[in-house]
């Protein structure tokens, strides 16, 4: 049986070398070992190539969309709690029982009025005040009895509040089905106003709290800059959009295809479930229903049809945040790695085909030349000295035939060592590139790794860090916009406020109407860095250092950095000032600075430096305001 088993192996095999030999008969060798390449080498090569490409791929966009999920979790929790913040207070501010009591009186005596005017404002002026973003806190009533002193208490009248007249926002929120919602405020997107009634033992309406809260307090740090351009939104039951990194969509219906064309129920908890808002169309308006309907479809914002990556993540308070990350980020990332994968096998694949068609045609050419010579021996020709050289099935005619031999060995051995020289050139030009994503990835482990010890110290100064290293490493760009710079030298004082703690006291002056100006990368934070190197300023008691932005007049920016560290020599600084000590290693740095804000501005720029050794030092540096990116100048 072995035996068999043996001979049908033996058999097949001949049978498989017959038909490559007949497939082959008709090919030359060099065709040969071309077919021999593709079926080999190119064609495993594309397959697995085209498996890598697929596969990093989907690993990328994997690794985007846990960051991203988990990302909008995270968002999430820190408005859930806020929320629920908020609805604490206006809750238990409303389900006060004494409060509740006295706006429920009849009053007869005025000194019965003072002590509930006094109540209110003893209790919960202080409330008002546990929480941030506070902007008006007030509690209305209708009790007829009662006064209202224009600082907690208040009766609905004709005055203006939150855009609408404050007996349609109380009649709107007598008729809301929700003892507690949400809204935005009408015409003003920097605020969020919460609406609380006060209802007694028997349901009846004694009141409302009134909280009207800044929207950039709340809300506005979560929502300003997430996902790469991305945006996110905060919506009630409702679908209505409470907050939104595009503030002109608050106020707006917000249709995403998983909800359907349906809207959801307006009911509420009591911890608030954020119902329609009343701020937005209440009774009093004088809208028709008809014009009413019109305007609600056409202030809604669809993104059913939208290609790019959609997130939902509810709230356990009934709202729900969504998140709309634009693919073109990922998009371009794949790109990249298509085009370094494609760029790289291409590149192998054709040093390879290179390297077999140098190969082949030299064995074809002595083969040929062989020949040749054999034919010139079979007329008679024996100049040819004859000696062994190769051990190859060529060397052993080649050894009859020594200058042939010599001359296609030293060609033979040439193209290897070039080859091998070009394999370790490009090796060597792999292993110099840095990739600052790595760094970046690095740092982001380092705080994952933070994160689950709970080491807040650590986070901080890894998300530092990060932004240091983002401006620091981008090698493609030279000029920023101020309040990039500011947030550059802003992450290096934080990370030297963890290494000298408490010793520095950092002060900011800056003029918001010059943060959108540009200025060129890395200016600020070399002089920042002379404080500790050369100023020993955490050797100083009540060390400062206060930074300085002004737009000044005839269109100028004036960047400062002052310390009272230990100052600098008048004969130092006067060397400073005329380049001496630039290229000496004083490590100052003021001439590189100086040179690259004359590459960008000109002779617009200046950079001065003042001091008073042992007392004080002051840096500034003046130049063009420019809002639009600035080039090198030609004449620079």
């Not at 049986?1 to 058999?11: D, H, L, N």
């Not at 390297?355 to 010139?376: A, D, E, H, P, Q």
């Not at 001091?611 to 600035?630: D, H, K, Q, R, Y």
Request: hydrophobic share 40%; with cysteine.
């Amino acid at each position: 049986m072995i035996y068999s088993v043996v001979k049908g192996e033996e058999a097949l095999r001949l049978q498989w070398n017959r038909w490559i030999l007949g497939f082959t008969r008709r090919l030359s060798l060099r065709n040969k070992i071309v077919v021999l390449y593709v079926l080999i080498l190119l064609l495993p090569t594309l397959v697995l190539s085209s498996g890598a490409v697929y596969g990093v791929i989907r690993s990328f966009h994997h690794s985007y969309t846990n960051t991203a999920e988990e990302a909008v979790r995270q968002t999430a929790q820190i408005v859930d709690f806020s929320k629920k913040s908020y609805d604490l207070l206006a809750v238990r501010t409303a389900t006060d029982g004494e409060l509740i009591a006295r706006l429920g009186r009849e009053y007869a005596d005025m000194s019965e009025v003072v002590d509930t005017v006094n109540y209110v404002d003893r209790t919960f002026l202080i409330t008002s005040k546990y929480l941030p973003g506070i902007a008006d806190f007030r509690i209305y009533h209708t009790n007829e009895t009662l006064v209202q002193d224009g600082q907690l208490l208040w009766r609905p009248e004709a005055r203006m509040l939150s855009g609408m007249e404050e007996r349609s926002w109380y009649e709107a929120a007598e008729k809301s089905d929700s003892p507690l919602y949400w809204s935005s405020v009408p015409g003003n997107a920097d605020q969020t106003v919460i609406t609380r009634k006060i209802i007694d033992n028997t349901g009846n309406l004694l009141g409302v709290v009134y909280i009207l809260l800044n929207y950039d307090t709340v809300f506005g740090e979560l929502l300003d800059h997430p996902f790469n351009d991305g945006s996110l939104y905060i919506v009630d039951d409702a679908h209505r959009i409470l907050a939104a990194t595009d503030r002109a969509d608050i106020g707006k219906r917000l249709q995403v295809k998983d909800w359907g064309d349906g809207s959801a129920s307006g009911g509420g908890s009591e911890a608030g479930t954020g119902g329609a808002a009343p701020l937005q169309g209440a009774a009093g308006s004088g809208t028709s229903i008809a014009a009413a309907a019109a305007a609600e479809k056409s202030d809604e914002l669809d993104l059913t049809g939208t290609k790019d990556m959609l997130m939902t993540q509810p709230l356990s308070s009934h709202w729900t945040l969504v998140a709309l990350m634009r693919t073109k980020h990922l998009d371009n990332q794949n790109r990249m790695v298509l085009l370094l994968i494609v760029s790289i096998v291409t590149f192998f694949l054709l040093l390879s085909l290179s390297l077999m068609t140098t190969i082949v045609r030299n064995i074809v050419r002595r083969i040929r030349k062989l020949g040749s010579r054999m034919g010139g021996l079979s007329r008679g020709e024996f100049e040819a000295s004859v000696r062994y050289s190769e051990n190859d099935e060529l060397g052993e005619l080649e050894n009859r035939f020594n200058s042939m031999s010599e001359q296609l060995g030293k060609l033979v051995e040439d193209i290897t060592k070039a080859g091998l020289a070009e394999k370790e050139q490009a090796f060597k030009a792999l292993q110099a590139q840095i990739n600052p994503h790595f760094i970046y990835n690095s740092l982001g482990l380092l705080r994952w790794r933070a994160m689950d010890v709970d080491d807040q110290e650590q986070i901080q100064i890894i998300d530092a860090l990060t932004t240091f290293y983002r401006i620091t490493l981008n090698n493609q760009i030279s000029a920023i916009r101020i309040r990039d710079e500011l947030e550059h030298v802003k992450a290096y004082l934080d990370i030297c406020q963890f290494r000298y703690p408490g010793r520095v006291k950092v002060e900011w002056a800056i003029d918001d109407g010059a943060l959108d100006f540009y200025t060129i990368k890395t200016v600020l934070q070399p002089i920042v860095e002379n404080c500790y190197l050369h100023g020993a300023i955490t050797r100083k008691p009540g060390a400062l250092i206060r930074i300085t932005v002004d737009r000044e007049a005839e269109g100028m920016i004036r960047m400062s950095v002052y310390d009272n560290g230990q100052g600098i020599d008048p004969q130092v600084l006067a060397d400073i000032s005329q380049g001496v000590h630039a290229g000496k290693g004083s490590g100052f740095g003021t001439p590189n600075i100086k040179e690259r804000l004359a590459l960008y501005f000109g002779t617009g720029a200046e950079l001065t430096i003042g001091s008073e050794p042992g007392e004080w030092t002051l840096v500034s540096i003046v130049f063009p305001a420019c809002a639009v990116e600035p080039m090198i100048r030609r004449e620079a």
